[in-house]
């Protein structure tokens, strides 16, 4: 039984890691609307893609956290030796880390969502003098939702072109994959549990 729960933290800490960079590539092409460095040059991108939570988030905190689940599998260097308490403890610390950069990696995704991308729009519409302006076209729209209206997505944002479906595109992308890696800890603290328990019933 304990060889089976550390094969499986050694296969969620893989896990875990590989999803970090997922979300850390994630995050970065966000930063690059249609692969263009002038609108990050110029400092016109999301305050949500500029909060990186999908780099130090769901990228750096839970990549740190794999690494220590994956060094408790494989019992390598100084968890050798560890004992069941020490396992459950760095298992409590890892789980701890990644549940939080999961978290914030999630809120931020789902509130990016919810207001929409940061681009040009027209908003002679809106009762303003000019006509265009940068911002958040979609935050203050409340009879229609963009999310399920596609026929806004190309009419509203100007600039960059198809700024929608690239903000849809890896804002979910960092949602699916923060709710994946909040699953992998939750999977890793039960099994973490079962290994304390089963290593305390043999001795």
Same mark, same amino acid.
């Given at each position: 039984?304990?060889?089976?729960?550390?094969?499986?933290?050694?296969?969620? !800490?893989?896990?875990?890691?590989?999803?970090?960079? +997922?979300?850390? @590539?994630?995050? &970065? &092409?966000? %930063?690059?609307?249609?692969? $263009?460095?002038?609108?990050?040059?110029?400092?016109?991108?999301?305050? /949500?893609?500029? %909060?990186?939570?999908?780099?130090?988030?769901?990228?750096?905190?839970?990549?740190?956290?794999?690494?220590?689940?994956?060094?408790?599998?494989?019992?390598? !260097?100084? +968890?050798?030796?560890?004992?069941?308490?020490?396992?459950?403890?760095?298992? %409590?610390?890892?789980?701890?880390?990644?549940?939080? !950069?999961?978290?914030?990696?999630?809120?931020?995704?789902?509130?990016?969502?919810? $207001? @929409?991308?940061?681009?040009? +729009? $027209?908003?002679?519409?809106?009762?303003?003098?000019?006509?265009?302006?940068? !911002?958040?076209?979609?935050?203050? =729209? /409340?009879?229609?939702?963009?999310?399920? $209206?596609?026929? %806004?997505?190309?009419?509203?944002?100007?600039?960059?072109?198809?700024?929608?479906?690239? /903000? &849809?595109?890896?804002?979910?992308?960092?949602?699916?994959?923060?709710?994946?890696?909040?699953?992998? &800890?939750?999977?890793?603290?039960?099994?973490?549990?079962? @290994? =304390? +328990?089963?290593?305390?019933?043999?001795?």
């Amino acid at each position: 039984m304990m060889a089976c729960s550390r094969t499986c933290s050694c296969i969620l !800490g893989l896990s875990l890691g590989t999803t970090a960079l +997922f979300a850390a @590539g994630a995050n &970065v &092409v966000l %930063l690059f609307p249609n692969w $263009d460095v002038t609108y990050l040059l110029r400092g016109l991108i999301g305050k /949500h893609a500029k %909060l990186g939570t999908g780099l130090w988030g769901g990228g750096l905190m839970v990549l740190t956290a794999a690494t220590l689940i994956s060094l408790t599998g494989w019992r390598y !260097g100084c +968890f050798r030796k560890s004992g069941p308490c020490r396992r459950m403890l760095t298992a %409590l610390l890892s789980s701890g880390l990644a549940l939080l !950069g999961a978290l914030i990696c999630f809120i931020t995704s789902g509130a990016a969502l919810k $207001d @929409g991308p940061f681009c040009v +729009f $027209d908003v002679s519409s809106f009762n303003q003098t000019q006509p265009w302006k940068y !911002g958040y076209p979609f935050k203050d =729209l /409340h009879t229609r939702n963009y999310l399920y $209206d596609h026929s %806004l997505w190309n009419s509203v944002c100007l600039e960059p072109s198809k700024a929608v479906v690239w /903000h &849809v595109s890896f804002f979910s992308t960092l949602l699916c994959i923060s709710v994946l890696q909040i699953l992998l &800890v939750v999977i890793h603290f039960v099994n973490s549990f079962l @290994g =304390l +328990f089963c290593s305390l019933c043999e001795e």
